[in-house]
C-alpha cells in the first residue's frame, strides 16, 4: 500500500540508494516525509533536500533543497539544527537562491508521469489526471514534492471509485463487541462521512460509503471511531445509572465527569462532590458497573478504604455489591482498548 504505517520508508529508500536505484529511492523518500504519524519523517525529509541538492534521482535543485532541509529542521528541532541538516539549510538560504517557476515534470515509480505547476499561495491546489499523467498545482511555499501526494490520493480515489461493491476488507468480525450494555457491529453507509446508527443499546458504526483517501479506512481509522462511538454511548449510560442509584440510595453528588483513564477507572472529590468514571467501564458486566457507582457515591461520606467505608458500603448497595467491590474483579481485569 502507498500509506502504511508498519512500512519503514526511510530504510528501504536507503536500501535503494545502496542499489544505486535513486528513481525508486526518492520515491519512497516522499512518502516517508509526508506521513507525519511515522518515527522516520525527519530523515526522509533531510534526505530529499540532499538528493535535490546533489541531484540523485531528479534535477539538481538548491533551492527546493533548502525547503526540505527546513522542514526536517521544524520537525527535528536543535537536535538537527545543530547537525549537518543545519549546516546544508545555512549555506544555502546565505545564497539568496529563487524558486524554479517553470513547470515541472516528475516521473514517480509508483505513479507514473506528474506534471507540476508552480501557483501563488492565495490559489487553491489542484489536481487534474488523464489515464497517461497527473498534473498538480501546487503551493509555492511548500516543495513541490510535497504536493504529490496530492496525487496519491487521487490515484487512490480511483480505485475506490473502481471498487467491486460490497464491505473493504478491513471489515470483519473481529470489529463486533458485545458487552452489557453496548453492541458494536461495523456496516457500510450511505454518505462519504463516518456515522452511526442506535437501537437501545445497539449500536452501529457505520463508514464511508466511499473513502476520500485510503487513510480513511485504515483499521486504526475504524478502532478510532469505534472507540468514540462507544464514549459517546458510556457518557449517556453512566450518567443515567449513576442518577438512578444517587436517586434510590440518597447518595448525592454535584457533577459528574466521564473521562478516558485505563488505570484510574474512578475517583470522588468529597470538596466538590465530583464523580469521575472512566467509559471504559461500559466494558464490565452489569454488577461491576454499579458496585463501582455506589464505591464512589460511598466517598461522599467516607474517606479511605477502612471498615467504616465498607460497612457503609454494604449498607447503601447490600450484600451483592459488596462482594462483587470486595472481589477486586476491577483490579484484577483492567479495561482494554476496543
Known sequence: MIFDRDVDFFEL??????????????????????????????????????????????????????????????????????????????????????????????????????????????????????????????????????????????????????????????????????????????????????????????????????ANCHEQLTREAIIRHAMRLMRKAAESYLARRSAEISKSSGLNYKSLKIGSGMHTIGYFIRAFKLMYLSWHVMKFPHIYIDSLIYHELCHSLVSGHNSDFYNTLRRYGGEEIYIADKNFWLKNNPPKTI
Not at 529563487?98 to 501563488?120: F, M, N, Q
Not at 464491505?167 to 457491529?185: A, N
Request: glycine share 6%; net charge positive; hydrophobic share 35%.
Open 13 to 210: 529508500a536507503h536500501a535503494a540508494h545502496k542499489r544505486q536505484e535513486y528513481d525508486k529511492a526518492i520515491a519512497l523518500l516522499r512518502r516517508g516525509a509526508v506521513m507525519w504519524y511515522s518515527s522516520r519523517y525527519t530523515s526522509c525529509a533531510a534526505w530529499l533536500g540532499h538528493y535535490h541538492e546533489q541531484g540523485y534521482g531528479v534535477r539538481r535543485d538548491p533551492y527546493t533543497a533548502m525547503q526540505w532541509f527546513e522542514i526536517a529542521i521544524k520537525r527535528g528541532g536543535k537536535r538537527v539544527e545543530e547537525g549537518w541538516v543545519g549546516e546544508r539549510y545555512r549555506a544555502l538560504k546565505a545564497q539568496n537562491l529563487a524558486p524554479r517557476l517553470e513547470p515541472i515534470e516528475l516521473y514517480d515509480s509508483y505513479i507514473g508521469l506528474i506534471k507540476l505547476t508552480r501557483v501563488p499561495r492565495r490559489e487553491r491546489d489542484e489536481v487534474r489526471f488523464t489515464d497517461s499523467e497527473v498534473r498538480v498545482k501546487y503551493y509555492d511555499n511548500w516543495p513541490y514534492d510535497f504536493s504529490v501526494v496530492l496525487a496519491w490520493q487521487v490515484v487512490l480515489k480511483r480505485a475506490e471509485e473502481r471498487q467491486a461493491d460490497g464491505l473493504p476488507e478491513v471489515i470483519d468480525e473481529s470489529f463486533r463487541r458485545d458487552y452489557d450494555h453496548f453492541h458494536l457491529r461495523i456496516a457500510r453507509g450511505t454518505t462519504s462521512a463516518y456515522g452511526h446508527r442506535c437501537e437501545g443499546d445497539s449500536y452501529t458504526l457505520l463508514l464511508p460509503a466511499r
